[in-house]
C-alpha cells in the first residue's frame, strides 16, 4: 500500500520533500473541514491540534471563509487554563487560539452538524453556530481533518458520537451530488483505521488515519514545562510539522504521508481509498500560496521528533495520567495516589464486566463470548447493527462522551453484532441493565 520513497533516504528521514510534483492550476478552490470531537480540560490536544491546524491553512492561503471549523470551545477561557485566552499545541510554540474563527461551538458540535456541513446541508444548520456548510462543487477539493478519541467504527463528538455508518452515508452522498472533485481526510484516533475499512479507491477519496483498526493513537507533549495537559496527538503534530517545514507547492501527498508513517513511532499510521491522490501537491489540500520558509534545520527537526516521543502517552491512558499529576500537586501521599488510581482502573474494569455481562447473557456459549471480549475486529460486516447498539449503549447505558474508556468497548458490540447480526437481543439487554438510565458518567 505505501509506495516507496520519491526522494534520496536523507530528506525522506528528516521530511524534507525535494520538488516533485506540480499545483493543479485548474483547481478552483480548497474547501476545509477541522473538527475537535471532544470538550473537557483533559482533552486540550484536540482543540490544540484543530486551532493550529487553522492557522496551518490560513497561512497557506486557504481562505477563511472556505475553512469550517467546529471546536468545543472551553479550553482557551477554562478556569484551569494558567494562559487565560491562549491554547498551545507545541511547548515552546505561540499561541494557536487567537484569530481561529469557530463556526460551530459548544453543543453546536455534534454528529448531525457535522454531517449537514459534509452534506451542504444549509437548511439542517440553520440557527446553528454560523450556519456554515460546505460550499465546494465538482471542480474544488475538500480537506477535513478530525482529531478526539474513538474505537471500533466509532468517533467522539463532544455531545453522542459519530458512528462509521453515518460517516460513509454523508461521504457517498457526497460522492453522488458531485460536492468535491477530491478529498483528502486526516484522522486523528484510536482505532482509528476501523472508520475506512472497506473505502473504495474509486470515490476520489485518500484517508489517512492516525493508528491501525486495533491500537490506540497517542497524546504527546504530555509532559511539558507550561504545565498543560497534553498538548497534542503523535499523528497531528507530525504532520502539521510536515506541512509547516516542506514547500507544499511542490511537496506530494504521497511524500508527506510516507513522512508522517516514518515519524508516528507509537501507532501505524494507515492509507485508505484512492491513492492517485498521493501524486498531487499538499497544497492542492492545504493551500496554495507561496509561503517564504527558512531552510529547515535538520537538528531542530530531530529535536522536534525526540521531544514527541519522548512525552507521548497512549491517548486511553490520559485521564489517569492527569489524575496522578493533578494529585501529585496537592501533595497527596503515595498511598492516596495508589488508592486513587486503583479507584479508577477498578471502575474501568466495572464497565469491562458490565458489558461482559451483557455479551454472556447474549451468548451462552463461554468461549465465544470470550473471544467476543477480546478481539478486535479487522472487518465489520454487520454495520447497521453495530450502529444501532452503539447509539443505544451510548443514550441509555454508558454515555461515551462522558467515558471515554467506554470506546475501547465498541469492538465488542462489533464482534457481537457478527455473531448475532440483529440487534434485538443486545437491545434487550440494555432495556433490562439499563433501566435505571445512563450509568458509568465519570470520566474514566
Ligand atoms: C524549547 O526551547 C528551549 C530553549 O530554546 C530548548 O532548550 C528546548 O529544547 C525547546 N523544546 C522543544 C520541545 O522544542
Ligand atoms: C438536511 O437537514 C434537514 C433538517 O434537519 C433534514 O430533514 C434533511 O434530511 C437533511 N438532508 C440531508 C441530505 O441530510
Ligand atoms: C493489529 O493488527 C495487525 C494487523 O492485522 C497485527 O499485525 C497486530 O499484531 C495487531 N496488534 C494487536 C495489538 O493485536
Known amino acids: 500500500m505505501k509506495s516507496t520513497a520519491f526522494l534520496p533516504l536523507a530528506l525522506f528521514v528528516l521530511g524534507l520533500a525535494s520538488s516533485t510534483v506540480t499545483a493543479n492550476d485548474d483547481l478552483e478552490n480548497i474547501w ?3 473538527i475537535a470531537g471532544s470538550n473537557g480540560w483533559y482533552n486540550y490536544r484536540h482543540q490544540s491540534d484543530v486551532a493550529h491546524a487553522y492557522h496551518l491553512l490560513l497561512k497557506h492561503g486557504v481562505q477563511a471563509d472556505r475553512i469550517i471549523t467546529f471546536m468545543y470551545d472551553d479550553i482557551a477561557n477554562n478556569p484551569q487554563n494558567p494562559y487565560p485566552g491562549k491554547i498551545f499545541n507545541h511547548p515552546n510554540g505561540s499561541d494557536v487560539y487567537a484569530g481561529v474563527k469557530i463556526d460551530y461551538r459548544g ?6 452538524t457535522f454531517l449537514n456541513v459534509l452534506k451542504a446541508n444549509a ?4 440557527g446553528k453556530g454560523t450556519g456554515r456548510v460546505l460550499g465546494s462543487t465538482r471542480k474544488e477539493h475538500v480537506f477535513v481533518y478530525y482529531s478526539d478519541h474513538g474505537g471500533t467504527d466509532i468517533l467522539g463528538m463532544p455531545e453522542g458520537l459519530l458512528s462509521k455508518k453515518d460517516l460513509d452515508g454523508a461521504l457517498a452522498y457526497m460522492y453522488e451530488k458531485d460536492l468535491y472533485d477530491k478529498l483528502l481526510f486526516y484522522l486523528e484516533a484510536c482505532e482509528s483505521g476501523s472508520m475506512f475499512d472497506g473505502l473504495r479507491n474509486d470515490k476520489r477519496i485518500y484517508a489517512i488515519t492516525a493508528a491501525l483498526y486495533n491500537e490506540s493513537s497517542w497524546a504527546t507533549f504530555c509532559e511539558n514545562p507550561l504545565d498543560l495537559p497534553c498538548l497534542g496527538d503523535e499523528f497531528s503534530v507530525n504532520w502539521i510539522q510536515d506541512s509547516e517545514i516542506n514547500d507544499i507547492l511542490k511537496e506530494s501527498v504521497g511524500h508527506q504521508v510516507d513522512d508522517v508513517v516514518t515519524s508516528t513511532k507509537k501507532s501505524h499510521v494507515c492509507q485508505f481509498g484512492d491513492n492517485t491522490i498521493r501524486e498531487e501537491p499538499v497544497a492542492d489540500y492545504q493551500g496554495k500560496a507561496e509561503v517564504t520558509k527558512p531552510t529547515p534545520d535538520a537538528n531542530s527537526i530531530v529535536a522536534f521528533r ?13 485521564p489517569l495520567i492527569m489524575a496522578e499529576r493533578a494529585l501529585r500537586k496537592l501533595n497527596a501521599s503515595p498511598s492516596q495516589i495508589a488508592t486513587r488510581m486503583h479507584n479508577y482502573v477498578s471502575k474501568r474494569a466495572d464497565l469491562t464486566d458490565f458489558v461482559s455481562d451483557i455479551v454472556h447473557a447474549v451468548i451462552p456459549r463461554r468461549p465465544l463470548a470470550r473471544t467476543v471480549m477480546l478481539k478486535k475486529p479487522a472487518r465489520i460486516t454487520a454495520l447497521d447493527c453495530h450502529d444501532a447498539v452503539i447509539k443505544a449503549f451510548d443514550r441509555d447505558c454508558a454515555p461515551f462522551d462522558r467515558n471515554p474508556y467506554a470506546f475501547a468497548l465498541s469492538s465488542v458490540f462489533a464482534n457481537l453484532c457478527e455473531v448475532v447480526r440483529d440487534p434485538t437481543p443486545i437491545l434487550d439487554q440494555f432495556a433490562v441493565k439499563c433501566v435505571a438510565g445512563p450509568k458509568f458518567t465519570d470520566v474514566l
Open 32 to 34: 476545509a473541514v477541522l
Open 107 to 112: 453543543e453546536n458540535v455534534n454528529s448531525e
Open 123 to 126: 437548511t439542517g444548520n440553520a
Open 306 to 318: 525526540a521531544e514527541v516521543l519522548d512525552t507521548a502517552v497512549d491517548s486511553r491512558q490520559v
